[in-house]
C-alpha cells in the first residue's frame, strides 16, 4: 500500500470529503466482494505536528476513493474520465 489517504489533501479533498470518500469506498469494495483490509489500513498521520486518522490504500484503494470522491473536484473529474476512456478504449 503506498498511498495515504491525507495525499488527497494536495489535491484539494478536505479532510472531509476524503473521509466521506473513503467510507464510501469501503463500502463499495464490501459490495463487489473485494476484501476490503487488504485495500484500505487505518493508521495514523502527522501533518504539521497534529496526529490524524489516516488510511492507508493500495492502488485499487486509491482509485475507489477518487471515483466516490467529491465530482465538483477537477482531479476527481478528470480521474473518472480517464478511467472510463481508458475501459471504453477511447482515444479522448
Known sequence: MKY?????LTKGLSPSQITDAVATAIKVANSSGVEA???FMPV?????????????LSNLGY???LINA???LSIVGDFQVD???QFLHLDS
Do not use: F, M, T
Request: net charge positive; aromatic share 4%; charged share 25%.
Open 4 to 8: 495515504l489517504a491525507s495525499d488527497l
Open 37 to 39: 483490509h487488504k485495500h
Open 44 to 56: 495514523y498521520s502527522g501533518i504539521k505536528q497534529e496526529i490524524i486518522k489516516d488510511c492507508k
Open 63 to 65: 482509485g475507489l476513493v
Open 70 to 72: 467529491n465530482p465538483n
Open 83 to 85: 478511467v472510463l476512456k
